[in-house]
């Protein structure tokens, strides 16, 4: 039955010439030579005819109806039995491309931090093997989330985006953007990492930004998550009719500054800047930017913008730039109430069973991950009355997310944040006393800042290329500009970026530098650079800003900020993912700049 099957396809190519040894091996192969007398006296001829091999192959043929196939097929429902190397070779090449771009986002961050201690500072890693584990835990949890996002929640957003425009009104639409992006800041692993860092701010010497971490913490997340969904809801709007970004940032960008000017001369706000402008950086993680770019490719398909190739942009920028006004305002709010509004700081409560491990994780898992599912299925069964396709994969890719979350909570405490705060601990003793054995500074003063420095460049610069977002940024990148503005070229304009900037923050922890000057200075020269720039490379270069800031990055540099104001005795160590944002911006755009002007004067030198 089965040579029966593929019969047609045999005797088409039995049409054209057939060599002698094919066709022996062809008669060999099935039978034939007993029943078929003769064929080695055929086959010595140059030729066969082809009546004599279709008339002996037509003897042992056997018609089957397509319905008796199907009849078959539905009586004998037997699942295939897969023995373990079937298994290993259908599950390892799925799971190693996946478990490799996490690893290699996470692992050379944290050598290079286990590096500098080992070689320049010349002190063992406390709690190795719990370090380890913790971040394996990461980079699992990690994995598991990613995939889960994949799976589960993605199609739905993309789906949402190009079913609604047709079938609800603006005003809804622009409600559910708002409400998407508010669910998804809630589902951002690095949100748990803010939690971690309000142990170590003073309540005495930054009481707002003690309040903004303890008692106020709803408050803070709140404000992000507005900000975030009207960022959105922005940038939804944008797509429809078709808004600049350039724009956009020449209208936003300004009015920031100078309410970060009025915080910086009233002193009960000053420590909230850096939480403000960090906030802007936390947001645009693993959720909020694959979500919110799925519905705005949905939505620029469903509007006729689909062939735009800088339609997934801007959405990064926007969403990283409202959350800061937002937390200044609750903060600005927050500080009117005089000491009334001062709430008592309590001690968490550690003797709960809710605040034990594993508990404390999977509780914040369902609380990240279980509203934003709810809001996707209640708008696609409810909203748009279409039913939740492939079922069992939606199902896989919410326990597969949340599975993730809560893996990668239990490892973010154990590994990032325990190695970023020894990492902040022990760096200053490079060039000033060890804070907990008093030891004396390893070398002088001079030389230990510069290490301190470089080393704050080596993190940043190496977290952003080893940044897998990246990457496919480039092609873009190489695709708007015609090759003139190579992936290898961003990469590393970015990355430069971001080490300097990273530079900079710890210098301003370091020094007591005033963060607001640095943050208005850096985002003034980045506004001057958006005015003398095109479109694509404004896109670009003010997206950079949010792509560097993943899950990762984001618990280890806020761990080694908190550590490093410790050691040195300041009031908090917020700032450093600030300066990280605004240095890549500027990379990007006088690189994108330069590469302008040398393409022009190359085009006038072959013209002439």
């Given at each position: 039955d089965?040579?029966?099957?593929?019969?047609?396809?045999?005797?088409?190519?039995?049409?054209?010439?057939i060599?002698?040894?094919?066709?022996?091996?062809?008669?060999?192969?099935?039978?034939?030579?007993?029943?078929?007398?003769g064929?080695?006296?055929?086959?010595?001829?140059?030729k066969?005819?082809?009546?004599?091999?279709?008339?002996?192959?037509?003897?042992?043929?056997?018609?089957?109806?397509?319905?008796?196939?199907?009849?078959?097929?539905s009586k004998?429902?037997?699942?295939?039995?897969?023995?373990?190397?079937?298994?290993?070779r259908?599950v390892?090449p799925?799971?190693?491309?996946?478990?490799?771009?996490q690893?290699?986002?996470?692992?050379?961050?944290a050598l290079?931090?286990?590096?500098?201690?080992?070689?320049?500072?010349?002190?063992?890693?406390?709690?190795?093997?719990?370090?380890?584990?913790?971040?394996?835990?990461?980079?699992?949890?990690?994995?598991l989330?990613m995939?889960?996002?994949?799976?589960?929640?993605?199609?739905?957003?993309e789906?949402?985006g190009?079913?609604?425009?047709?079938?609800?009104h603006?005003?809804?639409l622009l409600?559910?953007?708002?409400?998407?992006?508010?669910?998804?800041?809630f589902?951002?692993?690095?949100?748990?990492?803010l939690?971690?860092?309000a142990?170590?701010?003073?309540?005495?010497?930054?009481?707002?930004?003690?309040?903004?971490?303890?008692?106020y913490?709803?408050?803070?997340?709140?404000a992000?998550?507005?900000g975030?969904?009207?960022?959105v809801?922005?940038?939804?709007?944008?797509?429809?009719?078709?808004w600049?970004?350039?724009?956009?940032?020449?209208?936003i960008?300004?009015?920031l500054l100078?309410?970060?000017?009025?915080?910086?001369r009233?002193?009960?706000l000053?420590?909230?800047?850096?939480?403000a402008?960090?906030c802007?950086?936390?947001?645009?993680?693993?959720?909020?930017?694959?979500?919110?770019?799925?519905?705005?490719?949905?939505?620029?398909?469903s509007?006729?913008?689909?062939d735009n190739?800088?339609?997934?942009?801007g959405?990064?920028?926007l969403?990283?730039?409202?959350p800061?006004?937002?937390?200044?305002?609750?903060a600005i709010?927050?500080?009117?109430?005089?000491?009334?509004?001062?709430?008592?700081?309590?001690?968490p409560?550690?003797?709960?069973?809710?605040?034990?491990?594993p508990?404390?994780?999977?509780?914040?898992?369902?609380?990240a991950?279980?509203?934003?599912?709810l809001?996707?299925?209640?708008?696609?069964?409810?909203?748009?009355?279409q039913k939740?396709?492939?079922?069992?994969?939606?199902?896989?890719?919410?326990?597969?997310?949340?599975?993730?979350?809560?893996?990668?909570n239990?490892?973010?405490t154990?590994g990032?944040?325990?190695?970023?705060?020894?990492?902040?601990?022990?760096?200053?003793?490079?060039?000033s006393?060890?804070?907990?054995?008093g030891?004396?500074?390893?070398?002088?003063?001079?030389?230990g800042?510069?290490?301190?420095?470089?080393?704050?460049?080596?993190v940043?610069?190496?977290?952003t290329?080893a940044?897998?977002a990246?990457n496919?940024?480039?092609?873009?990148?190489?695709?708007?500009?015609?090759g003139?503005?190579?992936?290898r070229?961003?990469?590393?304009?970015?990355?430069?970026?971001?080490?300097?900037?990273?530079?900079?923050g710890?210098?301003?922890?370091?020094?007591n530098?005033?963060?607001?000057?640095?943050?208005?200075?850096?985002?003034?020269?980045?506004?001057?650079?958006?005015?003398?720039?095109?479109?694509?490379?404004?896109?670009?270069?003010?997206?950079s800003a949010?792509v560097?800031?993943?899950?990762?990055?984001v618990?280890?540099?806020?761990?080694?900020g908190?550590?490093?104001?410790?050691?040195?005795?300041?009031?908090?160590?917020?700032?450093?993912?600030?300066?990280?944002s605004?240095?890549?911006i500027i990379?990007v755009?006088g690189?994108?700049?330069?590469?302008?002007m040398?393409?022009?004067?190359?085009?006038?030198?072959?013209?002439s």
């Amino acid at each position: 039955d089965r040579f029966c099957f593929h019969i047609s396809n045999y005797i088409e190519m039995c049409r054209k010439s057939i060599r002698r040894s094919t066709c022996a091996r062809s008669i060999r192969g099935r039978g034939l030579h007993g029943k078929f007398p003769g064929w080695e006296a055929i086959l010595s001829e140059h030729k066969l005819r082809y009546g004599l091999y279709l008339g002996a192959i037509q003897r042992h043929e056997r018609q089957i109806g397509f319905g008796q196939i199907v009849e078959a097929e539905s009586k004998a429902k037997l699942r295939p039995k897969l023995r373990p190397i079937d298994l290993h070779r259908l599950v390892t090449p799925y799971v190693s491309v996946r478990f490799a771009e996490q690893m290699w986002a996470v692992i050379p961050l944290a050598l290079m931090l286990i590096g500098f201690q080992a070689l320049a500072l010349r002190t063992s890693l406390l709690e190795a093997e719990e370090i380890a584990i913790g971040i394996f835990s990461v980079i699992i949890g990690l994995m598991l989330f990613m995939e889960g996002v994949k799976l589960g929640l993605m199609p739905f957003a993309e789906n949402i985006g190009f079913e609604m425009p047709g079938k609800v009104h603006p005003s809804v639409l622009l409600l559910f953007s708002l409400l998407l992006g508010a669910a998804a800041t809630f589902a951002e692993p690095a949100i748990g990492a803010l939690q971690a860092a309000a142990s170590s701010v003073s309540p005495e010497r930054a009481p707002w930004l003690r309040q903004l971490l303890g008692p106020y913490a709803q408050w803070l997340v709140l404000a992000v998550a507005a900000g975030v969904g009207l960022a959105v809801a922005l940038g939804t709007l944008r797509t429809i009719f078709g808004w600049r970004l350039k724009t956009l940032v020449l209208l936003i960008v300004p009015p920031l500054l100078a309410l970060t000017a009025w915080c910086a001369r009233h002193p009960e706000l000053v420590p909230v800047i850096g939480l403000a402008w960090d906030c802007g950086g936390i947001t645009t993680g693993p959720v909020t930017v694959p979500l919110v770019l799925a519905v705005g490719v949905g939505v620029a398909a469903s509007v006729g913008r689909s062939d735009n190739p800088l339609s997934g942009f801007g959405v990064v920028t926007l969403a990283s730039l409202i959350p800061v006004a937002a937390v200044l305002g609750v903060a600005i709010y927050l500080s009117s109430q005089g000491s009334a509004g001062l709430m008592p700081v309590l001690p968490p409560d550690t003797e709960s069973w809710a605040r034990q491990t594993p508990f404390v994780e999977i509780i914040g898992a369902l609380r990240a991950i279980v509203p934003l599912v709810l809001l996707l299925v209640l708008v696609q069964v409810l909203l748009l009355r279409q039913k939740i396709r492939q079922k069992n994969v939606f199902v896989y890719g919410i326990v597969v997310a949340l599975t993730g979350m809560a893996v990668f909570n239990l490892g973010l405490t154990s590994g990032l944040v325990a190695l970023g705060d020894q990492a902040g601990t022990n760096v200053p003793w490079a060039f000033s006393a060890h804070k907990e054995t008093g030891a004396p500074a390893l070398y002088p003063y001079a030389l230990g800042i510069t290490m301190t420095m470089v080393f704050a460049f080596v993190v940043g610069y190496g977290a952003t290329v080893a940044e897998p977002a990246l990457n496919a940024m480039g092609i873009t990148v190489e695709n708007l500009t015609d090759g003139a503005f190579r992936k290898r070229n961003l990469i590393h304009a970015v990355a430069a970026g971001v080490g300097v900037g990273a530079a900079l923050g710890v210098a301003r922890i370091l020094f007591n530098l005033p963060l607001s000057a640095l943050l208005i200075g850096g985002y003034t020269l980045a506004l001057g650079l958006t005015i003398f720039s095109r479109e694509e490379m404004v896109n670009l270069a003010w997206d950079s800003a949010g792509v560097t800031t993943g899950p990762v990055t984001v618990p280890l540099l806020l761990a080694l900020g908190i550590g490093l104001g410790e050691a040195v005795d300041a009031a908090e160590g917020f700032g450093i993912l600030a300066m990280c944002s605004v240095g890549p911006i500027i990379s990007v755009l006088g690189t994108g700049l330069w590469i302008d002007m040398h393409t022009r004067v190359r085009r006038r030198s072959g013209q002439s």
